[in-house]
């Protein structure tokens, strides 16, 4: 599945586009930045609700497929800033990580 596969499937929304034709082959859950450079692997989807430019730093460092926010957080305008400059997916959702979580399973 790619990310705008996902996108189209879970209704989510693009709030700064990279390459939406990257492929997922997985799922990092976490908000603590030190786990999630770590642990999350190239190709994941990450979900968190953290919001602020380091969650740019680590989906570069980690080479996520996307940052999900989850729970309708917004990025703040620097974090928004720097990924669109190094093209991050970073897509939105009202779900909670929870139920993000639980339909992500369900359609990987």
Request: aromatic share 4%; proline share 1%.
């Amino acid at each position: 599945m790619t990310v705008r596969e996902l996108v189209d499937t879970l209704n989510l929304c693009i709030v700064s586009e990279g390459d939406l034709c990257r492929n997922i082959n997985g799922c990092y859950i976490g908000d603590l930045l030190s786990w999630v450079m770590s642990n999350a692997q190239s190709d994941n989807v990450w979900l968190t609700i953290m919001s602020n430019i380091n969650i740019v730093a680590v989906a570069t460092l980690t080479d996520v497929s996307c940052i999900i926010l989850c729970e309708n957080v917004s990025p703040d305008e620097e974090c928004l800033k720097k990924a669109q400059l190094q093209e991050i997916n970073i897509l939105k959702t009202d779900m909670s990580t929870y139920d993000l979580a639980v339909k992500l399973g369900a359609v990987l």
